[in-house]
């Protein structure tokens, strides 16, 4: 008789990381063709080929980064450039920025992104950072400023934070800031200068229902992150009583309006389902999620941010670690705690809408500039605060 | 021989900032402008080297419980006097150092020289020490001051602390479009230090590797 031995896991999925990584790929450059689309019609080839010059830099300087990286350490650099799948990184990150954002910042967020966020926690799968996320709060910080003079006007977040504290109250009001960018129908179907590949909110979600079908993100992030948003919006427009709008009522068309705005289903889709980054049990991504999306409703109306998505994404990421940790062991004999912990963060969310209604003023009056401003970061962040 | 590879140790091997992390905050804070970086490190030198040799000279008197107290009191009558000097004779530097000054009291090095050195070494070793310490402290807010400056102003500018009108040295290194903002933010600061403490590191471990192996050979 003969008895085999193997390690397990003895299931092995069909799928191997480069399957994945290459459908990932292959959904984020449809985001992209959509966007080069329609900057090509809108605007003309020449935005086009700049949104590709873009993504062309950012490329390369992955490329750079990882082969230096791969020489400094003495491995093989065809096979550590395989197993890395930088380029994931340089595409996302790519489409988080504006096309106006000058290709030297793109570069400098990447290195950035690529050897900060990345290469010096170890490589692919150490990182405890999205590192796409990362680049993206490097352009935050540092290039507010620094665009080229494509297309100036203000995005849809900038707009709404600064001008209507994202709590547009009458039909009126929305009317005013839906009209400078086309309405509810372009703001969900992506037909504004916004973010590269962050305003084609169906396309997104098109192109992520195929890609959780596959197998490839987990469902479970971005139902709860969107979801959960959604619910908690839902709550504020009823707190802070907003107005119906043309018939819709108010907890129908303010979540909409959450959600068709920013990068939240980007992110939700593409940068909080991060395999490396976000916990490995189902428990543990409902939690994450949840947790993301009750930072990115705090962050999108009580703090100075334009947008919530980005730095929801990159403080859950350092929770990830104690989630997993103490959602370790037999699922079933945990699930009590589980659901206490569900529940802990539903009245937290509950919490947070009703601070976020009760203490933001509702704009119910039109404001005698209708220009779009862009957002200024207050002077207070960029001072020294340590002691 | 012993006393100059004391001197010596503080400089790179032993570096208060990148070797044996002390003092980090202020580190952090005034490393804005070479300028800054430079006057922050010549107070340290002044203080470090004084309270090293008082503490020194008394380390006899001294008793032991009250130690530590008696080593803040001189530190801070130090400070205090430094402080009232850079006032009176180098205002702006005074502005642009703001409490970091005062703060120097607790800066570790300060302390942390006094417990491990001055209160075991005599006098003139204990003063070589402290100048070593301070060089070492001076070196590494002016390395990361430059890198700091250069890459988030692009202009490299030292002027007198004595009189800010005589400007010493004023290059534009990289032009106003490719400058990083972000290493004037705390960001900067923290990713700065954390790569001259790598590089630190990875000398030390060559230099350790390379002592091995010349011990294996005899």
């Known amino acids: ?387 | 021989m012993n006393r100059f590879e004391n001197f010596k140790a503080g400089l790179i091997k032993d570096n208060p900032v990148f070797s044996l992390y002390l003092g980090i905050c202020s580190t952090l804070a005034i490393t804005t402008t070479v300028n800054n970086a430079i006057g922050m490190g010549a107070a340290v030198i002044m203080v470090l080297i004084m309270s090293n040799v008082i503490i020194s000279a008394i380390r006899k008197i001294v008793p032991d419980e009250i130690r530590i107290p008696v080593y803040i009191v001189i530190i801070a009558t130090l400070v205090k006097i430094i402080q009232m000097l850079i006032e009176a004779y180098a205002p702006a530097l005074n502005t642009s150092l703001g409490v970091f000054i005062p703060l120097i009291v607790v800066n570790c090095i300060i302390l942390g020289r006094a417990e491990a050195f001055a209160s075991k070494h005599g006098i003139a070793d204990s003063a070589l020490d402290g100048l070593g310490m301070g060089l070492g402290y001076t070196l590494a807010v002016v390395a990361m001051s430059f890198i700091r400056e250069v890459l988030a102003t692009g202009v490299l500018n030292i002027v007198n602390p004595f009189n800010e009108a005589q400007v010493w040295i004023n290059v534009t290194l990289i032009p106003e479009a490719y400058t990083i903002p972000l290493f004037n933010s705390p960001v900067g600061a923290f990713v700065t230090f954390a790569f001259l403490a790598a590089v630190i590191g990875a000398y030390k471990k060559h230099a350790d590797e390379k002592a091995a192996k010349a011990e294996e050979v005899k």
């Open chain 1, 1 to 387: 008789m003969k008895f085999n031995f193997h390690v397990s896991p003895n299931i092995k999925g069909k799928q191997s990381t480069q399957n994945i990584m290459r459908d990932l790929t292959i959904g984020l450059l449809v985001i992209f063709v959509c966007a080069c689309i329609y900057y090509a019609s809108a605007y003309g080839m020449r935005y086009c080929m700049q949104a590709v010059l873009l993504l062309a830099c950012s490329l390369i300087t992955t490329l750079v980064c990882e082969v230096i990286y791969a020489k400094a350490t003495k491995q093989p650099i065809k096979p550590f450039l395989a197993h890395s799948f930088g380029w994931v990184t340089s595409i996302i990150l790519t489409m988080m920025c504006q096309i106006t954002i000058t290709p030297y910042a793109l570069i400098i967020a990447t290195v950035f992104a690529i050897v900060i966020g990345r290469l010096l926690f170890g490589g692919f799968g150490q990182n405890i950072f999205n590192p796409a996320a990362v680049g993206g709060a490097v352009i935050f910080a540092a290039f507010a400023g620094a665009t080229t003079d494509l297309v100036t006007s203000a995005t849809p977040t900038t707009t709404i934070a600064s001008e209507f504290h994202w709590l547009p109250a009458t039909p009126e009001v929305l009317d005013s800031f839906l009209e400078q960018f086309g309405g509810f129908s372009s703001l969900a179907l992506g037909t504004y200068a916004g973010a590269i590949g962050e305003t084609f909110t169906i396309a997104i979600l098109l192109v992520g229902i195929v890609l959780a079908l596959r197998h490839v993100i987990d469902w479970r992030i971005p139902v709860v992150y969107l979801g959960a948003i959604a619910i908690m919006t839902a709550v504020i427009a009823l707190i802070a009583g907003l107005e119906p709008y043309h018939g819709v009522p108010a907890f129908l068309w303010y979540p909409a309006l959450h959600l068709v705005t920013g990068g939240v289903v980007f992110g939700g889709v593409f940068m909080l389902t991060d395999p490396v980054t976000n916990p490995t049990s189902a428990a543990g991504r409902v939690l994450f999620a949840l947790g993301a999306a009750i930072l990115t409703v705090l962050l999108r109306m009580k703090a100075n941010l334009p947008e919530g998505c980005l730095y929801s994404i990159l403080l859950m990421n350092m929770f990830t670690p104690m989630i997993e940790s103490s959602l370790d062991g037999n699922q079933l004999k945990i699930a009590k705690k589980v659901y206490i912990a569900f529940a802990c963060f539903c009245v937290l969310a509950l919490g947070v809408s009703l601070f976020a209604a009760k203490t933001i003023e509702p704009v119910t009056t039109l404001r005698t500039s209708s220009s779009a401003t862009a957002y200024v970061v207050p002077e207070v962040m960029n001072e020294e605060v340590f002691l």
